[in-house]
C-alpha cells in the first residue's frame, strides 16, 4: 500500500476549502446557497488564463517559469487581477439579480436565480473559451520524494502553503479586525448588528467581494494541478458545500477541516475502493452529517 | 424642535408596522428629556415594542417623526441611527452568543472614532464588573442576567443620548431585577436619557421619572411614576393585569 493517496488527499482537501470558505461565509451571511460559486472559480481560472497570455504577450519573459515552478510571473500577477475581477463579478452579480430578491424574504427564490445564474455563466463561459480543456502551462513537472514514499512536485508545495496562507488570513480577519466582527455579527444576527451600528449592506458587498476573490484563486490553483474547463467549478460545487455543511456553516475553521474529511475521503477511495466511487464521497459525507450531526461539526452555540 | 433642552427623544404622532395598512403603532406620542427615565407600559399587544424597534429603525416607519436633540432622524437607516446616539438593547437575542463578551463590546466600539474605542470599552468593564471577569468567555455561555448586563454594556458602550431596552427584567429572577434596576439608575446619574418597555410596572415605575401607557397603538395615559404607581384606577386597568402576569411569567420560566 502506497500512502501517496494522503498527499493527493491533502491537496484536493486545500483547494476545496478555498471554495469552501466563501461558500461558508455566503452561506452564513446571505442566508442561501449560492449554486453559481462554483463559476466564480471557473470564471476566476479563465480570467487568470486570459490575462496571462495578454501580459505574456507584451512582457518579454513574463512567461518564463520561476525557478522550480512550472508557471512565470505572468500567471501570478493575472491571478491577482483575476480575483479583483471574480470580486466584482460576485458584487455585480448581487447588485443585479440577489438584491431585488433579498427583502422578498423568500430564500428558495434566491437559490434557484443563482442556479440560473450558475447555467449563465457557464454556458457563457464555454461559448467564449469552448469546451476543451486548456492549461496554464504545458511544462512537466518532475514530483521530489518527501520522505515515507510520498512525493508531491514544486507546484503543489507551493498551492499547499498558499492555501494555509490564505486560509489563516481570513481567519485572523474574521477573529481580529472590525470588519470580520462585523461579518460574523451579521451571519449571527442581522438585526442586532443593525442596531449595533453595523451597515448591512456594506458588508453584504464585502462578504460578495472576498468569497468571489478566494474561489478565483481556488479556481486558479485547480487549473495549475488538473486543466481549465468551463465545468471545472460546477463540478466542485457538491464537495464545496459538503465541506462548509460538515465544518458548520459560517465556520472558517470547520469549512477547512470539512473539506480535508472530503479530500481525504474522495482520495482514499480512489486508493482503496476504485477510482468510480470518487464523486460518492461526497454525497456521503453531506447525508451522513445531515442525518448525524445537520448543524456541523463546529457548530456554534446560540 | 425638541421640547426641552438637550438629549431630548421626541416622538410625534408615530405610525409604524409590519405590513402596509396594518399599523401596530398608530399616531403615539412621547418626550423623553436628557436624564430623564420614561417607562412605556400596558397590556401584550399594546405596540411598545414595536414603537422602541421603529425608533431603533428596526421597525418601518410609515408616518409621524423621530427627533433627538431636535435633529430628524426619523428615516435614517438602523445603523445610522446608532451612530447618531439611538442604543438599543432588543428583548430577546440582544447579544451576539457566538463571540466572546469583549468581542461583542470590540464590535459595538467600532462606530466610535478610533482614540475613543478602547476607553469606552474599559468603562464598560469598570461598570460591569461581571463581565470584565467573563471577558473572554462566549456569549451564549453566560447565565441570564450577566446577558442582559452585556446587551445594556454593549448598547452604553457608544455613549449614546438615549438608550432603549426593551423587557431588561424578562426571565430574570427578582434579585437580577433588583441588580438591572439600580444599574439603570446609575447609567441615568451619567445624563443619559432611558427608554424602557417593562412589564414589571412595579420595579420599573420606583425607578422612573415618568410613564406612559399604550393600548391598541395609541397613548392611553401619561404621567409621573409615582403617581401612577398611586392611582387605583390606572392600576386596575393595567397594573393589577401586570403585577399578576409577573407571577405567572415566573413560572413558565
Not at chain 1, 520561476?66 to 500567471?75: D, E, K, N, Y
Not at chain 1, 461526497?282 to 446560540?302: E, S, Y
Request: net charge positive.
Amino acid at each position: 500500500m502506497s500512502l501517496q493517496f494522503l498527499v493527493d488527499g491533502i491537496l484536493a482537501g486545500a483547494l476545496i476549502g478555498l471554495g469552501a470558505i466563501g461558500v461558508t461565509l455566503t452561506y452564513s451571511i446571505l442566508r442561501f446557497a449560492n449554486f453559481a460559486h462554483g463559476e466564480f472559480l471557473t470564471f476566476g481560472a479563465y480570467a487568470t488564463l486570459l490575462i496571462a497570455g495578454a501580459l505574456g504577450a507584451i512582457v518579454p519573459d513574463a512567461g518564463q517559469a520561476l525557478g522550480p515552478f512550472s508557471v512565470g510571473w505572468a500567471v501570478i500577477a493575472a491571478s491577482l487581477f483575476a480575483m479583483a475581477l471574480t470580486a466584482g463579478l460576485a458584487l455585480a452579480l448581487d447588485r443585479c439579480l440577489f438584491l431585488a430578491l433579498r427583502f422578498r424574504g423568500a430564500a428558495i427564490s434566491t437559490v434557484i436565480a443563482s442556479f440560473g445564474a450558475s447555467m449563465a455563466l457557464r454556458a457563457l463561459i464555454e461559448f467564449a473559451f469552448t469546451s476543451r480543456p486548456a492549461y496554464f502551462t504545458r511544462e512537466l513537472q518532475i514530483a521530489i520524494p518527501l520522505g515515507f514514499g510520498l512525493r508531491a512536485t514544486p507546484d503543489q508545495i507551493a498551492l499547499l502553503a498558499l492555501t494555509a496562507l490564505l486560509m489563516i488570513g481570513v481567519h485572523l480577519m474574521l477573529t481580529r479586525t472590525n470588519i470580520g466582527r462585523a461579518m460574523r455579527a451579521v451571519s449571527e444576527n442581522p438585526a442586532l448588528a443593525r442596531v449595533t451600528g453595523v451597515d448591512v449592506e456594506r458588508i453584504i458587498r464585502m462578504t460578495w467581494a472576498l468569497g468571489g476573490a478566494l474561489a478565483c484563486a481556488a479556481g486558479v490553483m485547480l487549473g495549475l494541478i488538473v486543466q481549465i474547463r468551463p465545468f471545472m467549478g460546477f463540478d466542485l460545487l457538491l464537495p464545496l458545500f459538503a465541506a462548509a455543511i460538515l465544518g458548520g456553516v459560517g465556520s472558517v475553521p470547520g469549512a477547512v477541516v470539512g473539506a480535508l474529511v472530503v479530500g481525504l475521503g474522495e482520495a482514499a477511495t480512489v486508493e482503496f475502493a476504485g477510482s468510480q466511487w470518487r464523486a460518492a464521497v461526497a454525497f456521503a459525507v453531506l447525508i451522513l452529517i445531515l442525518l448525524v450531526r445537520p448543524t456541523g461539526l463546529f457548530a456554534r452555540p446560540t | 424642535m425638541s421640547v426641552d433642552g438637550s438629549g431630548a427623544l421626541v416622538v410625534d404622532r408615530l405610525v409604524a408596522g409590519y405590513e402596509p395598512g396594518l399599523p401596530i403603532v398608530n399616531g403615539v406620542s412621547l418626550v423623553a428629556k436628557q436624564g430623564e427615565i420614561v417607562v412605556l407600559l400596558g397590556p401584550n399587544g399594546a405596540g411598545k415594542s414595536t414603537l422602541v424597534k421603529a425608533v431603533a429603525g428596526l421597525a418601518p416607519i410609515s408616518e409621524g417623526r423621530v427627533t433627538l436633540d431636535g435633529r430628524d432622524i426619523t428615516s435614517l437607516p438602523a445603523h445610522a441611527k446608532a451612530k447618531s446616539g439611538v442604543a438599543f438593547a432588543p428583548q430577546t437575542e440582544n447579544v451576539f452568543a457566538a463571540m466572546s463578551v469583549i468581542d461583542n463590546l470590540k464590535l459595538a466600539s467600532a462606530i466610535l472614532p478610533p482614540r475613543l474605542r478602547a476607553e469606552r470599552i474599559q468603562a464598560m468593564l469598570a461598570m460591569f464588573a461581571d463581565l470584565a471577569r467573563q471577558r473572554d468567555l462566549l456569549a451564549g455561555r453566560l447565565s441570564g442576567g450577566q446577558r442582559q448586563m452585556l446587551a445594556i454594556a454593549r448598547a452604553l458602550l457608544i455613549d449614546p443620548k438615549v438608550l432603549m431596552l426593551d423587557e431588561p427584567s424578562a426571565g430574570l429572577s427578582p434579585k437580577l431585577v433588583e441588580g438591572v434596576f439600580s444599574k439603570l439608575a446609575e447609567i441615568r446619574k451619567r445624563g443619559v436619557t432611558i427608554l424602557l418597555v417593562e412589564q414589571n410596572a412595579k420595579a420599573a415605575l420606583a425607578v422612573a421619572d415618568r410613564a406612559y401607557v399604550l393600548a391598541e397603538g395609541r397613548n392611553r395615559f401619561e404621567g409621573g411614576a409615582a403617581d401612577l404607581a398611586a392611582d387605583p384606577s390606572i392600576g386596575a386597568l393595567y397594573l393589577g393585569r401586570l403585577a399578576g402576569g409577573v407571577a405567572r411569567r415566573g413560572l413558565r420560566s
